[in-house]
């Protein structure tokens, strides 16, 4: 079996990902949509992750949760940091998730986040919101900061509880190597069945101000949209303010982190979590609108597609990175429907895994996706290659089709014609090893 | 690997599906719901399909759509029958569905149901529209009745033409070797992965009369709520309304093939048709009310949870036959809701296929149902043991957990201590076989 996972970040740093960002909105700088190639002006990619913006020290260390790998991570910025967080929608909810929460509402400016790996302290009742706290208190004595400048975050086994005592401890030794250079031991001790490490960063200009962005993810099975068992964690030396912040996240989220799928299940612990500490310099972002806002926007957007691409490759046991574009729906929320039913469907992912041409499955997935279309009016295309025409038209050459699905990276592009509406969507092939990892996860 | 699929029809027979018409309305009689052990009264399994009931005859044959395997049959009624449909709710819907459709519009009275497998004629545009038409006008003329009285159905793969001559042909070849032991030859004829051949028989009492019914099924892969790629077609010799037929095929579909899942996909061709002729000579229902009626609601309801079930059991690469049962939800609707998410879990299917007891990850997918619930109170068995106890208690032996999930049946039952609200729905495991079947499907 072969892997995409050694070239994914080659891929990315080459400049795929940064097209992605000129979907909708950016439409208007150029085309983009359906190629996914227009690079965002600007925005330059650099080594390292949460690390790499100015004034963010980090450490991750290994504290017990797990038998020996690292399971514990701070990310720490030296200055009050605005902040802004998105929370996994499922209605069970870890404590982590329901602590951040009540984080978050009584204050929008934190200084840290505590994570961590090996237990997912979900299915845990009051023991469990008291172990989250604990870890928060902790967090807050070992770099003498207010217990409310913390927010929380865990992955791993469900219905367990944590090994409080241990991670407590843990926490001290994490605050005392924290460095600027720490970013990496950070993204390594966030991750449970991952396969490689995920962190990305990036500089743009703001106004002749260099201003920084880094990022980590875990991503690997539960997948989807709404936001799956899924972490990322974005620092900036922008400034920000909360709100601004907080608008921002959410557009960028619902364009990334919503437009993946790896098996369609969602979990109790995703959080995506952004730190701004502006000091870059730059001058603050106070209201969500005019150019320096569509620059910091267009990075944040670049920033969390990119870890989203990420998680999609290190899908367990995925060998195929499939990109969907839907064009011609007739608005963008229906192109995300259509789009959103190929990803998830097990056909399409299965054929795709076989290096089928299936068109039928994929219109078929259209079919049932609840938006309105007449399917005679439908085009698929495989890369570049015209798979079904209008009017039914089927001619293409099994061989050409062959080549493209060959790949390891396949876009598939299915034009509705019935109006401006496009969306990408972003899923992998669905494989032997998918199985075989996820029937024996838990013993 | 081992394979459920010899013991299924045995299991069947021994009275499993029996139970399952105690769930809903049925509740009444005693309780049933979850453990769907309650027979029906009055109700007795029959050996045979659908020439069964007195007055059918059907043929299966070999035309040439396939390679050698039978694909075509007939069933015929010998007098004018009341019909009724439920046809997919893609909206990709193959010619047959188009052409089915418009001839319940024109009638309810029908003497015949014309079959191919091997080819769906589906996204075959107006060229596949003359060729369903072509396939009535045959059957029509092959049996010397009206072209208004022939229903029309294909299964197979999307996106090419029919051999339509060599079909016309064949309709002739079938007309003449109808027969009244023909039943198993048509239910040879419209399977297509199948891996066994799916056909029920039941007889019931009305008012001293004894009514007969019979069916056969094509499924395998592509199964979901509201109907995927699967035909079920379904005679009588009961004297019913085409109204009263509508209505209580519409409700029995609702509580059987809508509630069985294999891989979430719905299709372009699914079609469940019934034909009642009379010939059993027991008075005619003419109103949805009253213990004739219920009766033969019943013994409806449990042909098409039986044949419902077979196709389950036939899912792709399926080891496990998983019924899940979500009690105490706030209302039947929502409890059908939170059952489906669980059916569709791959994450839920793989762990049962590698015989993890993972309650997270049901717990998760009841999550992200989208129903109202305090995930403190649910509690989890697996079959008889208890999983999780409210206030997230777990307390279970793996052993007895193993010896549970290592059977090839399996009971999952949710209790969600919110209301009265109960449904049950059938899925089966998510194997590598699975992956294996439909990554080659096409080619």
């Known amino acids: 079996m072969n892997s995409i996972k050694e070239r994914d970040r080659k891929n990315v740093h080459a400049g795929k990902a940064a097209g992605v960002a000129g979907t909708g909105e950016h439409r208007a700088h150029g085309d983009g949509a359906m190629t996914g190639q227009l690079p965002v002006p600007h925005v330059k990619e650099?080594?390292?992750g949460v690390t790499a913006p100015k004034g963010f020290r980090a450490a991750g260390i290994h504290c017990g949760v797990k038998q020996s790998k690292k399971d514990l991570c701070l990310v720490v910025s030296d200055a009050p940091a605005s902040a802004a967080?998105?929370?996994?929608t499922n209605r069970v909810q870890a404590a982590p998730v329901l602590v951040t929460r009540e984080q978050m509402q009584r204050s929008r400016i934190f200084r840290a986040i505590v994570v961590n790996s090996g237990?997912?302290?979900?299915?845990?009742?009051?023991r469990g919101m008291n172990d989250a706290r604990a870890m928060v208190g902790a967090t807050a004595s070992a770099l003498n900061v207010g217990p409310d400048q913390v927010l929380v975050s865990s992955t791993g086994v469900i219905g367990q509880f944590l090994p409080i005592g241990r991670i407590t401890e843990g926490i001290k030794k994490a605050a005392a190597v924290l460095s600027s250079e720490g970013g990496r031991s950070a993204a390594e001790a966030i991750i449970t069945t991952d396969t490689f490490v995920k962190e990305y960063?990036?500089?743009?200009?703001?106004d002749g101000v260099r201003v920084t962005m880094g990022g980590m993810a875990k991503g690997s099975g539960m997948i989807a949209p709404n936001m799956a068992t899924m972490l990322a964690f974005v620092t900036t030396d922008a400034s920000v303010s909360p709100a601004v912040l907080g608008s921002a996240l959410s557009r960028a989220a619902g364009r990334s982190f919503n437009r993946i799928s790896v098996d369609g299940d969602t979990s109790t612990n995703d959080m995506v979590a952004v730190l701004a500490n502006g000091r870059s310099g730059a001058g603050s972002l106070t209201e969500a609108g005019g150019p320096r806002y569509e620059a910091f926007y267009a990075a944040l957007e670049q920033m969390l597609?990119?870890?989203?691409k990420l998680i999609v490759k290190d899908g367990e046991g995925a060998t195929k990175f499939i990109e969907i574009n839907?064009?011609?729906?007739?608005?963008?929320?229906?192109?995300?429907?259509?789009?959103r039913a190929i990803a998830n469907?097990?056909?399409?992912?299965t054929a795709i895994h076989g290096e089928d041409a299936n068109w039928g499955r994929i219109l078929a997935a259209v079919g049932y996706s609840g938006i309105e279309f007449d399917p005679s009016k439908v085009e698929i295309y495989f890369g570049s290659v015209p798979i079904l025409r209008r009017n039914y038209t089927i001619d293409f050459s099994e061989e050409e089709a062959k080549k493209v699905l060959g790949r390891k990276e396949i876009t598939i592009t299915v034009s509705l014609h019935e109006g401006e509406g496009s969306a990408s969507f972003w899923t992998c092939d669905l494989s032997k090893e998918y199985v075989?990892?996820?029937?024996?996860?838990?013993?």
């Open 85 to 88: 967080v998105v929370l996994t």
């Open 326 to 339: 839907v064009t011609g729906a007739r608005d963008e929320e229906e192109a995300v429907k259509a789009a």
């Open 345 to 349: 469907s097990n056909l399409v992912k």
């Open 305 to 308: 597609v990119t870890l989203s």
């Open 119 to 126: 237990n997912a302290n979900a299915c845990t009742g009051e």
């Open 436 to 443: 075989a990892i996820n029937a024996n996860y838990r013993t």
């Open 201 to 206: 960063a990036l500089e743009f200009d703001c």
């Open 46 to 48: 650099l080594p390292g």
